[in-house]
Every structure is written in structure tokens, then in C-alpha cells.
Nanobody, 123 residues
Framework: QVQLAESGGGLVQAGGSLRLSCVASGRTFRNYAMGWFRQAPGKEREFVAAISGSGWTTTYGDSVQGRFAISRDNAKNTVYLQMNNLKPEDTAVYYC????????????????WGQGTKVTVSS
């Protein structure tokens, strides 16, 4: 079993930056691809970024390409999402997820989910 806990959300002005963290409790963190998703009120959950177990491969949603960066530190059982040049439309609850298989960009591909951390970007 894997438990995930996100942190780092908060209020930031447009153009600012935040770094989200997700700590996994499992003992096989290296075996899981990790992803970030977000969901704004009244909208569908949206894929943000994913990273392979080794950290060598990453992929991003079109809306955050060039602004966000996903990374991981397997020694710390932690995955990060660096968010730069934030926009009001980035406002959402951000969720960390773990997939036993390779990285995917859809919700059903993930086995475990965190509780989410809220990011609010003011204009």
C-alpha cells in the first residue's frame, strides 16, 4: 500500500512560483511512476505532469508545458512539482498520484491518490 501526502499549496500572485511536494509512505516508491493532476471548481480533473520511476522520463499537459517541472528524489520518497509563471487559471486543487505501471496521462492509470493541496493564484 502507498499513502501520499501533498504539501506546498497556498496563495500566490500571478507570475509567481510555488513548489509542491508529495511524500509517499510506501517502501517501493522507486517502482511507481508519479503524476500530478489538478481540478478546479466545476471542471474535470486535468493531467498536469508525470515522471517515470527512475526520474529519467517526464511528460506534461499542454497547459503547463514550459512553466511547470516535475522531479523526484527516490531517496526521500518525494516527488515535486515546480510551478513557475503562475496564472489565475492554474488555481485548483492539485493531487499527487502513483502508478505501478509506466507513466500515463489519464486518471484511471493511477493506483493511489493523495488528498490534494490547494493552489490559488490571484490576479
Amino acid at each position: 500500500q502507498v499513502q501520499l501526502a501533498e504539501s506546498g499549496g497556498g496563495l500566490v500572485q500571478a507570475g509567481g512560483s510555488l513548489r509542491l511536494s508529495c511524500v509517499a509512505s510506501g517502501r517501493t516508491f522507486r517502482n511507481y511512476a508519479m503524476g500530478w493532476f489538478r481540478q478546479a471548481p466545476g471542471k474535470e480533473r486535468e493531467f498536469v505532469a508525470a515522471i517515470s520511476g527512475s526520474g529519467w522520463t517526464t511528460t506534461y499537459g499542454d497547459s503547463v508545458q514550459g512553466r511547470f517541472a516535475i522531479s523526484r528524489d527516490n531517496a526521500k520518497n518525494t516527488v515535486y512539482l515546480q510551478m513557475n509563471n503562475l496564472k489565475p487559471e492554474d488555481t485548483a486543487v492539485y493531487y499527487c498520484a502513483a502508478a505501478f505501471r509506466g507513466i500515463v496521462s489519464y486518471t484511471a492509470g493511477y493506483d493511489y491518490w493523495g488528498q490534494g493541496t490547494k493552489v490559488t493564484v490571484s490576479s
